[in-house]
């Protein structure tokens, strides 16, 4: 099993920009691909990017050109940076594996962006 731990979330405006990390426990960790998740409200969750153990990355179009998804394996941490935010990318943002665990959800993190 892969423990989860999202934090960076928050509060910004349109235009503004958040890190998301997620801390990860395992050794899974190293050779796993790491995904980006988000749920909207009254909205099924969805991927938003991914990353290889080796580097290779997906962007879901909403998100691309705006959001960096990327890993440190010495810290067990995958990051999302996101800019230019809009209101639509409103949601609990959460990491997991790619694809996802069923058993390793975590909290999550709250990004709203509103003026």
């Known amino acids: 099993q892969v423990q989860l731990v999202e934090s960076g979330g928050g509060l910004v405006q349109p235009g503004g920009s958040l890190r998301l990390s997620c801390a990860a426990s395992?050794?899974?960790?190293?050779?796993?691909?790491m995904g980006w998740y988000r749920q909207a409200p009254g909205k099924q969750r969805e991927l938003v990017a991914s990353?290889?153990?080796?580097?290779?990355?997906y962007y879901a179009d909403s998100v691309k050109g705006r959001f960096t998804i990327s890993r440190d394996n010495a810290k067990n941490t995958v990051y999302l940076q996101m800019n230019s935010l809009k209101p639509e990318d409103t949601a609990v943002y959460y990491c997991?594996?790619?694809?996802?665990?069923?058993?390793?959800w975590g909290q999550g993190t709250q990004v709203t962006v509103s003026s």
């Open positions: 395992g050794s899974i960790f190293r050779v796993a691909s």
């Open positions: 990353i290889t153990s080796g580097g290779s990355i």
């Open positions: 997991n594996t790619y694809p996802a665990r069923a058993d390793s």
